[in-house]
């Protein structure tokens, strides 16, 4: 493996690593926090939460996404095709499940339906950031 092809694995690595850290907390204690504010609370918290959390994650699904296209475009194998789709799948289940989700909080549409929807099925984006490292570590090593 050449020293760039290296040091693009190395940072793929520490933004998945991000991204799964970062999902697990979320899973575990951001979303299941949401339940226990009255509906005002959650809707002023909410506004609060929203733009700073996408500040964190934005950049870091953006590379990843940059680094996959990548990895598809110019340093093509079946492993970083699968990759890819590993990826894209996160943005998908993002755009078609949880930006809905979140609009309908902003909303203050079906608060506590939205915020139990969120913790139920984030469940689907914590597995597919933690097989995407699980993966990407044996890309890294392969």
């Given at each position: 493996m050449n020293s760039v092809l290296e040091?693009?694995?190395s940072i793929r690595i520490t933004i998945d690593f991000g991204l799964v850290v970062l999902i697990w907390m979320v899973q575990l204690i951001i979303y299941p926090?949401?339940?226990f504010y009255k509906d005002s609370d959650l809707l002023k918290w909410h506004k609060y939460y929203?733009?700073?959390i996408s500040f964190v994650v934005a950049p870091l699904m953006f590379i990843q996404l940059a680094i996959a296209i990548y990895l598809?475009?110019?340093?093509f194998s079946l492993l970083n095709f699968i990759y890819s789709l590993l990826v894209l799948s996160t943005?998908?289940?993002t755009f078609l499940y949880f930006v809905p989700l979140h609009q309908k909080i902003e909303d203050n549409i079906d608060l506590k339906i939205s915020a139990t929807k969120l913790i139920?099925?984030?469940?689907?984006?914590?597995?597919?950031?933690t097989f995407i490292f699980i993966y990407g570590l044996f890309l890294f090593t392969s």
């Open positions: 040091h693009i694995h926090g949401f339940t929203l733009p700073r598809s475009v110019f340093e943005w998908i289940s139920s099925i984030n469940w689907v984006r914590t597995f597919q950031w």
